[in-house]
Nanobody, 123 residues
């Protein structure tokens, strides 16, 4: 069983930055690609980005490209999402997910999910 716990969310003004963390526990957690998704009220869950097992591969959603950065520290079983130049439209609950079995951009492909952390960006 794998458990994922996100933290670091909060309120920030537009143009500001936040850094989210996702701590993973359980068997083989450092062998999984890890994804970040977000979901705003009334909207579908949106792909934010994914990082490969060793951190050598990273891919981002179009709406966060060049503003967000994903990294991981396998020694601490932690994945990070650095969010810069935040916009009000980035307001959402942010989730980390592990062990995709299909398209990395498809939330349905992921086996394990955290409970999410709220990010609110004011204009």
């Amino acid at each position: 069983q794998v458990q994922l716990v996100e933290s670091g969310g909060g309120w920030v003004q537009a143009g500001g930055s936040l850094r989210l963390s996702c701590v993973a526990s359980g068997r083989d957690v450092n062998t999984y690609p890890m994804g970040w998704f977000r979901q705003a009220p009334g909207k579908e869950r949106e792909f934010v980005g994914v990082i490969g097992m060793n951190g050598g591969f990273v891919s981002y959603g179009d709406s966060v490209q060049l503003r967000f950065t994903i990294s991981r520290d396998n020694a601490a079983s932690t994945v990070f999402l650095q969010m810069n130049s935040l916009k009000p439209e980035d307001t959402a609950v942010y989730y980390c997910a592990a062990d995709p079995s299909g398209s990395w951009r498809d939330p349905e492909a992921y086996t394990y999910w955290g409970r999410g952390t709220q990010v609110t960006v004011s204009s």
